[in-house]
């Protein structure tokens, strides 16, 4: 029979999620154990704890109740657990995180192995996505964010900002000619992106005390993922604004050309998000320290923009 404190996380995660199914597959257990976890907790209380429909699974009053008080005693568990521990080794656990795609491959990705040699027993699940993950409900135990629409219910430590630049194919230059100006924007075309198809785009955006301003210009094409306004943008379609972070090789490779180093966006803040937790379990510690320092380490805040 499973402990105490089985029983509490699987009533934890099962009120997370609203669901037996994804809370089962979430913590590596059947189905049916997660539901007799949740029976074998409502009969120890007393009470009981989820209304359960055909569609929905939610907390009773009760349940909300004591849902706040596992969350303390389960990070208390997770502290006093690694308070001893002193090496990597010692680290297990699935790490689940999640983080926009060209910091994923063009950063992350090449430096994972070293985490990996230093916390072996740690299994590490990527996501990569252009999409806001729900950290909650899809069980994130971080995920990096860039921008300013932080969901207030999450906990979010700046870490950093991504610097912005301009950007165009050599060949694209050629053809159009390469601005000087904003003036010179007129006779150009922009590689649009939008989250949602249909929604308006911002145009060319550039700083002016703190603030973007903008520019509309014509595009041949919208997109709304960053693989594809990568391939866009590489073969000539238009300008683009992109992260120095996500392009840097490209330039240095001399795939893309900066342009109007003078106008660009303001720095997108960068931060860390994850669930409101007293503490934090030692290996998402680990890992966030360890993402810090990489990211800092690669330049990824574009100091060398000019160099």
């Known amino acids: 029979m ?3 404190l089985d ?3 699987t009533f934890v995660r099962v009120t997370e999620v609203g669901s037996f199914t994804q809370a089962a597959s979430d913590l590596g257990i059947q189905k049916a154990s997660a539901s007799e976890h949740v ?4 009969e120890m209380l007393g009470t009981r704890l989820l209304h359960r429909t055909t569609r929905r699974v939610q907390p009773t009053h009760d349940g909300l109740a ?5 969350k303390d005693l389960l990070s208390d568990m997770d502290e006093l657990e690694g308070m001893f521990r002193q090496t990597g080794a010692d680290l297990h656990g699935r790490l689940r995180v999640d983080m926009p795609t060209s910091i994923a491959r063009n950063i992350v990705m090449p430096r994972l192995g070293e985490f990996l040699a230093q916390y072996p027993n740690i299994h590490v699940e990527l996501s990569s996505t252009d999409r806001l993950v729900d950290v909650v409900r899809e069980g994130f135990d971080c995920v990096l964010r860039v921008g300013n629409a932080i969901d207030p219910s999450l906990i979010a430590r ?3 900002t991504l610097e912005m630049v301009n950007v165009a194919s050599p060949a694209y230059l050629e053809k159009y000619g390469t601005p000087h100006t904003l003036a010179d924007l007129s006779s150009h075309y922009l590689v649009h992106y939008a989250t949602v198809f ?3 785009s911002d145009g060319f955006e550039y700083a002016v005390d703190g603030k973007n301003k903008g520019v509309e210009m014509r595009g041949f094409v919208t997109v709304n993922n960053v693989e594809t306004y990568e391939a866009a943008y590489l073969n000539a379609l238009g300008i683009a604004q992109a992260p120095y972070a996500g392009v840097q090789e490209h330039v240095r490779a001399g795939r893309l050309v900066l342009v109007l180093p003078e106008y660009v966006p303001t720095p997108l803040p960068c931060s860390l998000l994850y669930a409101h937790r007293r503490d934090l379990p030692p290996r998402v510690r680990a890992y966030m320290e360890w993402l810090t320092s990489v990211l800092q380490e690669t330049k990824w805040q574009g100091s060398n923009l000019h160099r």
């Open 39 to 42: 029976r074998s907790l409502e």
């Open 2 to 4: 499973a402990n105490k």
């Open 66 to 70: 004591l849902l706040e008080r596992c």
């Open 198 to 200: 249909g929604m308006r």
């Open 158 to 160: 700046r870490i950093g």
């Open 7 to 9: 029983l509490l996380r």
